[in-house]
């Protein structure tokens, strides 16, 4: 991928991300929001149903002491639909019998310990309205109206329903830290990977800015060699006229624009240097590990608030499942016990009781409910030992005290019962319903267990234990079994974003990686480049203006050996130095797609015996050349490009190999290609850096599996032999093993 797409990506996929973050934020505030006013309207039923328990405590009984009013029949029916009806009917009893007055900062005070204990903790209010008009009649906070984008309202309950008047509960900010929390985990996140997209920005930029230069550089040097192409033709020529002055001119105006070059490049070099952007692998590795801590921090924090707002929930599935197990099971087994006194025989009650009673009685007739003559049973009992008990665990309480002292025989709680209404309640609500019930006798362990579970697990949640007797002595607990799976579930809103945010800053640190490894090859990339255009272009020249020199200065007119040997030493530098560029020049053609080819039947024995013959002068090392020609006599290719690649390969061959050299050439035919084999027992290659010998100016490879240390060339070697067979329409594959052997393989398409 181009450097500038991946700028234009990451800036786009960082405004997509910000916008799914912000998505993400949203949703989770109304997915907030709507719990909130779930659970501020059970709060609020609970509020409303202690107030009513307080405007009772103030009623002429006995100190210490209130009523209970249970329902007798319709025990199958919904609880909590009763309950509601009857704390509506007992406030509106109780003004109009007695004249009392709802006190709506009671009722606020009452409610912010109910929203304290489910962690809401935001602002309350308390409004007594008109339904029909929608007056607001009272408030315990003016500051706080009944609707906006950060409000919460409760249904309305009413108080006094034939004046329409009704109460209703309004929170801002429910769960106000929670929401600033995630501000500000997210404001961190999207700061981090705005810093991470624009180290990335600037390193791409960096990087671009390094390809250009690279470019321009190759540009430059392409334009140095066809200036130098027809002077180096030129003095070859020269040599058999002897004109040794006019060649060391033309070798020492090539020298200086080759060192004008080199100066332009250098100097590039030291303001890229000077001007680089500070390496960033550090950062990158400094930038990982912040990722994943703020990823531990973000998943340790909603898997909090998933598991505290979970372990609320369950806790409240439990005391309703041990509410409904005392009063439908227990405490009507009580009820249908003979020995006890049945709920039809309500002599003995207080005046309060029995105009209580028969106020409820009459408004049950006037809605034309369908009760019985004694459809309430009206005790009195003590409160003070469960005040820190919610209003429906503490009437469980009181029932099951009352059972416990007053059965005949001992009801037993029935771990079936409330195994099946716990895992109902679940269902209920929407949560996991794997769960089971456990009898302990405290402190000593487990007694029995109703589930399949003998014990609950380590990742399991557990209920506070609820006693089954007030000494404590046996207690029942709620087990919910591996709730992990809907605690991440339920959080998804936020985990997906959150998920997107990571694999795109991992993708972005990732790219940095990248970035920084392809900077240092094209670091190495330009050191090389520089470096074969000293040694392949300079050393050259040198030995010919030098070899001129000598030559033009007399000194070996008498000694004709060592002038020939001069002679054909500068007629050598010129040949290797104008195919050199030749080669170079074929590549700019390739580069631009302007090569044209001269394809004919070339033979190959007489071609392969030349070179062959030449590179054995040419090298110090020993060298043996086997040849095999199997129905392959002829290649349909250019001959001058055949000739250039054979060498290319021949060279490569002998420069890395020890000093014997062995190597095998097979020339045959396979289905529609002419097959030209070249296997060396040279060094070999590694493994790692097959897949990089193609690439122009790839050096390093080289340098490293020469024998003496180093390489020479401009590393243009192999990619050219690549970029010719292309153009053929062929192709060249390798085979390699390190320390063993060499095998290049060129496949050239016969003629049609």
């Not at 779930?38 to 202690?50: G, P, Y």
């Not at 045959?668 to 296997?679: A, L, N, P, T």
Request: with cysteine; net charge neutral.
């Amino acid at each position: 991928m181009k450097a500038s797409s991946v700028i234009r990506l990451s800036i786009a996929g960082l405004l997509v991300i910000v916008l799914i973050q912000l998505g993400g934020m949203y949703y989770a505030y109304k997915a907030q929001m709507k719990e909130a006013e779930q659970t501020l309207n059970e709060c609020f039923s609970l509020a409303f149903s202690d107030m009513t328990n307080i405007m009772q405590d103030r009623l002429p009984y006995p100190d210490g002491t209130v009523v209970s009013i249970f329902f007798v029949n319709g025990l199958n029916k919904d609880i909590n639909a009763q309950a509601n009806r009857l704390t509506q009917q007992l406030i509106q009893t109780m003004q109009k019998a007695y004249g009392m007055e709802f006190c709506l900062a009671e009722l606020d005070s009452v409610l912010h310990k109910k929203l304290s204990r489910v962690y809401i903790k935001g602002e309350v209010a308390i409004e007594r309205f008109n339904v029909d008009t929608g007056e607001i009649l009272e408030t315990t906070n003016t500051g706080i109206g009944n609707s906006g984008f950060t409000t919460v309202c409760s249904e309305k309950v009413f108080v006094y329903k034939g004046k329409g008047e009704a109460v209703r509960a309004i929170v801002r900010f429910p769960f106000g830290e929670m929401m600033r929390n995630v501000l500000i985990l997210s404001v961190i996140t999207l700061l981090l990977l705005g810093i991470v997209v624009y180290v990335l920005v600037l390193q791409m930029r960096s990087l671009i800015h390094q390809q250009h230069n690279l470019q321009e550089q190759k540009r430059d040097f392409y334009v140095l060699t066809e200036q130098m192409r027809l002077p180096v033709d030129e003095m070859s020529s020269k040599v058999s006229g002897q004109l040794w002055n006019e060649i060391e001119n033309d070798g020492t105006m090539l020298l200086t624009m080759i060192e004008k070059m080199l100066s332009k490049v250098k100097a590039e070099a030291s303001l890229q240097h000077i001007g680089r952007v500070i390496s960033l692998k550090t950062f990158s590795i400094v930038t990982l590990v912040g990722i994943f801590l703020l990823l531990s921090i973000w998943s340790v924090y909603l898997y909090r608030i998933g598991y505290r707002k979970l372990e609320l929930q369950v806790q409240d599935s439990f005391e309703e499942a041990f509410f409904r197990e005392t009063t439908y099971h227990r405490f009507a087994s009580l009820l249908l016990d003979q020995k006890y006194p049945m709920p039809n025989k309500i002599t003995g009650m207080s005046p309060y009781a029995r105009k209580l009673v028969k106020a409820i009685r009459e408004q049950d007739i006037q809605k034309k409910y369908n009760v019985r003559p004694s459809p309430f049973y009206i005790t009195r009992m003590n409160y003070d030992d469960y005040e820190d008990a919610s209003t429906r665990l503490s009437m469980a309480y009181l029932m099951q005290d009352t059972i416990n002292a007053k059965a005949s025989t001992p009801i037993s709680f029935s771990m079936e019962y409330a195994d099946s209404v716990f895992s109902g309640v679940l269902r209920e609500k929407g949560l996991p319903d794997k769960s089971s019930i456990v009898r302990m006798k405290y402190p000593l362990g487990v007694e029995t267990i109703y589930a399949d579970s003998l014990y609950a697990a380590n990742l399991d949640m557990i209920t506070q234990m609820i006693p089954l007797d007030k000494d404590s002595t046996y207690c029942v607990q709620g087990i919910l079994h591996t709730p992990q799976r809907y605690i991440i579930a339920s959080n998804w809103y936020m985990l997906l974003p959150l998920g997107i945010i990571f694999l795109f800053m991992g993708a972005c640190v990732y790219f940095q990686m990248r970035i920084s490894r392809t900077q240092r090859r094209l670091k190495q990339f330009q050191k090389d480049f520089t470096y074969s255009m000293i040694h392949d272009m300079k050393y050259p020249l040198s030995s010919i203006i030098m070899g001129s020199q000598i030559l033009a200065s007399g000194k070996l007119a008498e000694k004709p050996e060592k002038e020939d040997k001069y002679k054909l030493a500068i007629t050598d530098e010129c040949e290797h130095l104008s195919v050199l560029l030749n080669r170079v020049l074929m590549l700019t053609q390739l580069d631009e797609g302007h090569l044209e080819l001269h394809k004919e039947e070339v033979p190959l024995r007489p071609l392969m015996d030349d070179l062959l013959a030449k590179i054995s002068l040419k090298t110090s090392k020993k060298i043996e050349f086997n040849t095999l020609y199997h129905r392959c006599e002829t290649v349909y290719a250019d001959a001058f490009c055949l000739r250039e690649v054979l060498s290319n390969l021949l060279d490569n061959a002998i420069k890395y190999s020890r000093d014997e050299v062995k190597i095998d050439i097979i020339c045959e035919s396979e289905k529609g290609f002419s097959k030209i084999k070249i296997c060396d027992n040279g060094l070999g290659i590694p493994v790692k850096d097959l897949s990089r010998i193609f690439n122009r100016f790839e050096r390093s490879v080289a340098a490293a599996r020469s024998s003496k240390g180093g390489a020479t060339g401009f590393g243009l070697g192999l990619n050219y032999v690549q970029q010719v067979m292309l153009a053929h329409e062929g192709r060249v594959e390798v085979e390699s093993e390190e320390g063993r052997f060499s095998e290049f393989t060129l496949y050239f398409p016969v003629r049609e």
